[in-house]
């Protein structure tokens, strides 16, 4: 019994969702003498993994928001200063996350020593490749539609 007793706190410090289903599980078969100190426990732990929940929602929401943002103001800034519309922001965000993701699996199959270090490997590769495809799709398509109308004429001489 004290030694049951003696587990809880230790369970506790242990923290997160491994001792929340410890704890849970010890209260099923529990005495009723510890039973006050495990759903105090299992109250603790609940609080705690709320309040990471919230700060984890929120660090999401944040994160979404300025990949959002900068798309937003990656089309503005395009359309202002080339007065083309571009819309391949979308494909540009989506080659950066699929290089990161490629990236990030050949180190898990190829080196997995190297796995802590993946993303801070991954994440210049895919602003490197992403940059070249922008470069590439610049000489290739936008740069013959400087100067041209947003939206011209056809056939010509049909807007006079």
Known sequence: MEDKTAAVPVVLAIGGRDALNTLTTALASAPDEIRPTIESAIDGLAR??????????VWFGVSLGSVLLLAAIGLAITFGVM???NMAHGEMVMLGA???FVVQEIIRQNAPGLFDWSLAIALPAAFLFT???GVA???GIIR???GRPLEPCSPP????
């Not at 705690?48 to 929602?57: F, H, K, L, P």
């Not at 001489?157 to 006079?160: N, Q």
């Open 48 to 57: 705690d993994r709320a309040a990471w929940n919230v700060a984890q929602n």
């Open 137 to 139: 799709i610049e000489r």
């Open 131 to 133: 940059g070249l495809v």
């Open 157 to 160: 001489g049909a807007c006079r």
């Open 144 to 146: 013959f539609l400087y």
């Open 98 to 100: 699929y290089t990161t």
């Open 83 to 85: 007065g083309v519309i």
